[in-house]
């Protein structure tokens, strides 16, 4: 048990039971140990608490002798106030004061008394905190922030945390032990306040720390009132009162703030107005007003928004007209005067920055003196007291109406000339380029009709032609062989416009002297020129700028340069020559051409692989700049998709844009940014996942030029406004178009659309039927045409006018006979099939232009094969006409009934294996009865072989026995058979004369012969006898060259001599000089050269100098016509080498334009076409003109006059029985 004592002493008593009981009595015990107080406790320890100290002890060693009753504890100091509550050997001593250093004592108790006293060590009780340092008070609104740093003692125990007050206002705040500042809020601004701080722990509050210095709460101003601007020109003045409060301060300063613009301008604290200056016209402003005191500023007020004066607004709605070098420009006024009235306006013309200014009231103006030469765009500004606006927007662009052109000098010489050379002077004042008329009446009637060009290098075309203000001389080469072959006198005039005016002529009356010699022949076939490779694609346009239409070729191999064939202006183009571009055509490139700087030089435009669209600028000399690429979206590009591209003014500025579809077949703009140069790609929408070809038309009928886009699996109408955005509509059951052409088919004044589909082996053409609204009908069947092409799903299509009846009409390429199928339109969508024209090898693309300058647009096709370009040209009765088949394979020719016209004897028959004369004349070629001669024939030579006068046929034949048959004339044009003769092996060749001077004919033979293993090539002479028959053959010459062997009198001393070609491939040609009895000695060797592969060799005088000359055809690198010049002695010089533009297998020396000089002409096989190189003089050759036939029709041919008309012309056919059509080509 326990008890409390009180005072300075605690006693504790703890009382001995004594025991009783019966039994036996113990034995006595030993005498009583005497009784002593208890020895000291063990170590007392001391813990200090607040309030109080916790003691604890261990029992003392001695009880002496009694039980210990208690524990007496002490305290030094003693406290009146100690207590102490005690637990066995622990006692809870409260009472004590804090802060006090206490020692204890402790002494044990028993009956005896208090033992002695056992002390603990000195302890001191916790304490309060001590004071805290006060770092600062600041004002804030009606509040106070104070800070301060943590007190140097802490008492004994962690600060729990701070009491702040403010004074006098007695306002507490407690925060945690962390804070280390405090804000005491609920003050009053404007009054002012001392604050301390207090440390708190578990023994209570601390110390004050010192009081802060006086600080008064305060905020900012409230905003001013009654805020006020009034504007003026450029300033504007503000005013306002004093806010309702000052937040506890004094006001220092106002602040002026000034939106837009952020000017703020200060004024003292007295100030209640501010004038604000440098402010702009015109501009709505805002003015806010705010207070400054010792705090801050305060919020603001605003006055309402106040505008300055300003000029006007810019005018509005500006439109030009173009009148005759001038434009008229009118404009709506602004719709704000910026508050003071207008007084006039400036009218400015871009880009040339000339003015005009107009008074207040005008609303129009008519500019002058504006070269039409360029697109103008006009800007109107107005001006009022303040000054002048800003610009309108610009006009659409325009150009003037140009002045029109004047022709002021015409002279035609009076000549007998075949080709008149025109000449002419174009005046015009701002050197606008003009196109050309010339025209002829030979009646006098006043019917006058374009004239023919003939094809020259010296001489300028029709189109685009220069003026100058003081006029531009100009030479134009008029056929007038073929216009006015009789007449003796005509009237030429030469008419000019520019576009957009009137046109103007000048005329003169000649007098025509007889049409001496023709200066170019002129057939009724294609015109054919070689390309550099295999072409596939083309446009045309005039690339040196000399009025004649040029073709720009794009060949395989693929690579980056482009053949350009330079036109001629008859149809025809000078020799191939490649431009390097430097950049890649791939196998679909189609090339545009389009002036995009407006110097009169279209550049080519394409589109192809990464970055996607090439322009390469034209230089006007038929060469190009270096290519400039642009983007066109975002991808790689590739060969294998169509990427159209076609050029229009699509935004209405006077300069062309272009279309392009990129490789993921998105179609879009890229604009023409003034100087040529073109923007972004800007796309308009998906076409298709494989391209598109682009064909233009105003297909809406609103005068903007729209895009029609077809390609594999949809077609497109994309409809221009020609401001805003495109319309897309598709054009329902077009799902499958390799090319398509646009035009008015039906005549109903809409535009309609032709797709070619090549399918199988099939070309099938549609027909969409326009509705003027960018609409199309479903698709219509219009022709269906066998093509099994080689390459797969390829068609080439192109519309236009070609035979002048006023309908549209279709060529078609038709790869599988390798033709042009022309198809005429009868003006209803139908169309009736039309002439199947010879297209070499492979066509494989069609275009139409007109490129003879007649004003009827002409057809031309590309071939792959044959690697050729051709031009038929159009109009009525012209070259679009299928050609006249030939009567037979072989030919020669002869006048074999005597009426003095050239008939042709030609091998005929389902095996080619009789022989008939077909009779010239008027009338045309008559075919005569026809006789078998038993096999194939492989050539004719016509011959006067016994004594009659009618003329008689050698014909080399299949011989198993090594004859040659004989066809004897009857004189009416008839035949009969004669003896076979026997030269003795199977004859390849024959030629005929009088070797032996006896006055009768005999035949020189090239022969092979069999001889062990090998064949031995021969020449043999039969001796002929005058009655048609010969003596036995007589070998002259072997050798292993199977050409023919000529005669010819080459030493010009009445006998004739003999060439014999040697080597395998003839080389080396012998000469064999004739004695004149049927013997020869051996000659000079003519060197062909060890390059040369000989194919045809013929001998006649092409100098006119007596002497014959050799002219032979070969191929090294390339195939050739050479000519060597006779010496008279037997021996020949080099005179020249002429591309033949062809294989040149066939090979003839005429006069075939009869202009006095002998001319070469020769069969191309491998080309389907025949060449011819005219004489003009010294044995010189003029370039190859080219004229194309039939498939494998070009193997043979003979030169008469076939239609009795006086010209020359040619029969061609295929020589060995080749499947294909023998052509007879008329000379016009």
């Known amino acids: 048990m326990s008890r409390h004592l009180s005072l300075f002493v ?733 035009g008015d088919f039906d005549k109903d004044g809409h535009v309609d659309l032709i797709t070619a589909t090549s399918q199988g082996n099939t070309t099938q053409l549609f027909l969409f039927r326009g509705d003027g609204r960018g609409g199309f009908s479903t698709a219509e069947r219009v022709a269906s045409l066998q093509d099994d092409t080689f390459y797969w799903e390829h068609a080439s299509v192109a519309a236009a006018d070609l035979d002048g009846d006023g309908q549209l009409d279709l060529a078609v390429k038709v790869e599988e006979d390798n033709t042009l199928a022309l198809l005429r339109g009868l003006g209803d969508g139908t169309f009736a099939p039309g002439p199947r024209l010879p297209a070499g090898r492979m066509p494989y693309f069609v275009t139409t232009a007109d490129f003879d300058g007649d004003g009827v647009s002409d057809v031309a096709t590309l071939q792959q094969s044959s690697d050729d370009a051709r031009v038929w040209l159009g109009g009525p009765g012209r070259t679009t006409q299928a050609l006249l088949t030939g009567p037979g394979s072989h030919f020669a020719t002869g006048d074999f009934n005597g009426d003095g016209w050239t008939d042709a004897v030609t091998s005929t028959g389902p095996g080619l294996d009789q022989v008939g004369v077909s009779l010239g004349g008027p009338g045309g070629l008559l075919p005569r009865p026809a006789v078998a001669v038993g096999s194939l024939v492989h050539e004719l030579l016509v011959a006067r072989v016994d004594a009659d006068a009618a003329l008689d046929v050698v014909v080399v034949r299949d011989s198993t026995d090594g004859t040659v048959g004989l066809l004897l004339g009857n004189g009416d044009g008839t035949l009969r058979p004669g003896p076979d003769l026997s030269p003795g092996g199977q004859v390849l060749h024959a030629d005929a004369g009088d070797v032996n001077g006896d006055g009768r004919l005999d035949l020189v033979f090239r022969t092979l012969r069999v001889e062990g293993d090998s064949y031995l090539n021969e020449v043999r002479l039969l001796l002929g006898r005058g009655d048609g028959t010969f003596e036995p053959p007589v070998v002259l010459s072997a050798g292993d060259s199977p050409t023919r062997a000529l005669l010819g009198d080459l030493d010009h001393n009445g006998t004739l001599d003999l060439v014999v070609p040697q080597g395998s491939y003839g080389q080396v040609t012998k000469v064999l000089m004739g004695r004149g009895d049927g013997t020869f000695t051996d000659g000079a060797t003519l060197s062909l050269g060890y390059d040369v592969y000989l194919n045809e060799l013929r001998l006649a005088d092409l100098d006119d100098d007596g002497f014959l000359d050799a002219v032979y055809s070969g191929h090294g690198v390339s195939y050739s016509l050479y000519v060597m010049k006779g010496t008279g002695t037997g021996r020949f010089a080099h005179v020249g080498t002429y591309p033949a533009e062809g294989n040149c297998s066939g090979l003839d020396v005429v006069d075939f334009d009869q202009d006095g000089w002998r001319d070469v002409l020769c069969a191309n096989p491998g080309m389907d076409s025949v060449s011819l190189l005219r004489g003009v003089g010294q044995g010189v050759l003029a370039p190859a003109q080219v004229f194309g036939v039939y498939e494998y029709a070009a193997m043979e041919l003979a030169v008469l006059d076939a239609n009795g008309d006086g010209l020359l012309d040619l029969l061609l056919g295929s020589g060995l029985g080749l499947s294909g059509k023998t052509a007879l080509l008329l000379q016009h």
Not at 293 to 321: F, H
Not at 413 to 430: H, M, V
Not at 439 to 465: I, M, N, P, Y
């Open 10 to 742: 605690a006693w504790m008593v703890v009382g001995t039971a004594c025991q009783s009981g019966n039994g036996p009595q113990p034995p006595p015990p030993n005498p009583p140990t005497p009784l002593a107080a208890p020895s000291a406790p063990g170590p007392v320890e001391a813990v200090a608490e607040v309030g109080g100290a916790t003691l604890t002890w261990s029992a003392p060693a001695q009880e002496g002798g009694s039980p210990i009753t208690g524990y007496r504890v002490d305290s030094e100091p003693r406290e009146a106030t100690l207590a102490v509550q005690l637990e066995a050997t622990t006692a809870r001593v409260t009472g004590l004061h804090a802060g006090v250093t206490y020692r204890f004592s402790v002494a044990a108790v028993n009956v005896v008394g208090a033992g002695p006293a056992t002390s603990s060590a000195a302890v001191t009780l916790p304490d309060v905190p001590g004071a805290p340092v006060l770092l600062s008070a600041r004002r804030g609104d009606a509040e106070v922030e104070v800070t301060w740093k943590e007190p140097g003692s802490d008492g004994g125990r962690p600060i729990t945390g701070y009491l702040v007050t403010a004074h006098p206002q007695g306002v507490r705040v407690k925060v945690e032990a962390e804070a280390r500042s405090a804000v005491v809020g609920g003050l009053t601004n404007g009054e002012p306040s001392t604050f301390t701080v207090r440390a708190l722990n578990a023994v209570g509050e601390g110390l004050d720390s010192s009081a802060s210095v006086r600080v008064v709460p305060a905020t900012v101003p409230s905003a001013p009132t009654e805020v006020e601007a009034t504007a003026a020109i450029r300033e504007a003045t503000v005013t306002w009162s004093e806010p309702a409060s000052t937040g506890g301060l004094p006001v220092e300063e106002y602040v002026v703030t000034v939106e837009p613009g952020g000017m703020r301008l200060l004024k003292g604290a007295e100030a209640r107005s501010a004038t604000v200056t440098g402010l702009s016209n015109g501009t709505e402003y805002t003015f806010t007003v705010t207070a400054r005191n010792e705090v801050g500023e305060g919020a603001g007020a605003s006055a309402s928004r106040q505008r300055t004066l300003n000029v006007p607004l810019a005018p509005g709605a500006v439109k030009a007209t173009g009148g005759v070098r001038s434009a008229t420009v009118s404009w709506e006024a602004p719709a704000g005067d910026g508050g003071s009235a207008i007084t006039g306006y400036t009218v400015e013309v871009h880009p040339t920055g000339t003015h005009a200014r107009v008074g207040a009231e005008t609303r129009e103006v008519t500019l002058p003196e504006l070269p039409s030469t360029r697109a103008y765009t006009f800007t109107v500004s107005a001006t009022n007291a303040v000054g002048t606006s800003d610009v309108s927007s610009a006009s659409s662009a325009v150009r003037p109406l140009p002045m029109p052109v004047q022709v002021t000098a015409l002279s035609v010489p009076s000549s007998q000339e075949g080709c008149l050379s025109i000449s002419y002077t174009l005046r015009q004042q701002d050197g606008e380029r003009a196109d050309v008329i010339v025209e002829v009446d030979a009646k006098g009637d006043g019917a006058f009709q374009r004239v023919t060009q003939a094809g020259s290098t010296d001489h300028e075309g029709l189109l685009a032609r220069a003026t100058s203000p003081a006029g531009a001389p100009h030479r134009f080469l008029w056929n007038r062989a073929v216009d006015v072959p009789g007449a003796s006198t005509a009237r030429v005039r030469v008419s000019a416009r520019v576009g957009g005016t009137g046109q103007d002529s000048r005329t003169v009356a000649l007098s025509l002297p007889a049409v001496g010699p023709r200066c170019e022949p002129r057939m009724d076939t294609g015109r054919v020129s070689t390309t550099r490779g295999h072409p596939h694609s083309g446009t045309v346009g005039d690339f040196d700028r000399d009025g004649k239409l040029d073709l720009a070729i794009v060949e395989q191999p693929h690579g980056s340069s482009l053949t350009l064939l330079m036109g001629l202006g008859n149809g025809g183009f000078q020799p191939a020559r490649q431009h390097e571009l430097g950049s890649y055509l791939g196998v679909n490139t189609r090339p545009v051409a389009a002036d995009l700087d407006g110097d009169g030089s279209p550049e080519l435009i394409w589109a192809g692989m990464y970055p996607g669209l090439s322009v390469a600028r034209g230089l006007g000399n038929g060469a190009f700049d270096t290519v400039r690429a642009y983007r066109l979206g975002f991808g790689s590009g590739s060969e294998n998709t169509h990427q159209g591209v076609a050029v229009a003014d699509f935004d209405r500025d006077g300069t062309p844009d272009v279309a392009a579809v990129a490789s993921d077949g998105t179609l879009g703009l890229l604009l023409n940014q003034g100087d040529g140069t073109l923007g972004d790609f800007k796309p308009l929408g998906r076409m298709g996942s494989s391209g598109a070809r682009l064909a233009l038309a105003d297909l809406d009928e609103d005068g903007h030029q729209d895009l029609l886009a077809a390609g594999i699996g949809a077609a497109f109408a994309v409809l221009s406004n020609g401001e805003g955005p495109f319309r897309i509509q598709q054009v329902q059951g077009a799902f499958l178009t390799h090319d398509q052409a646009l």
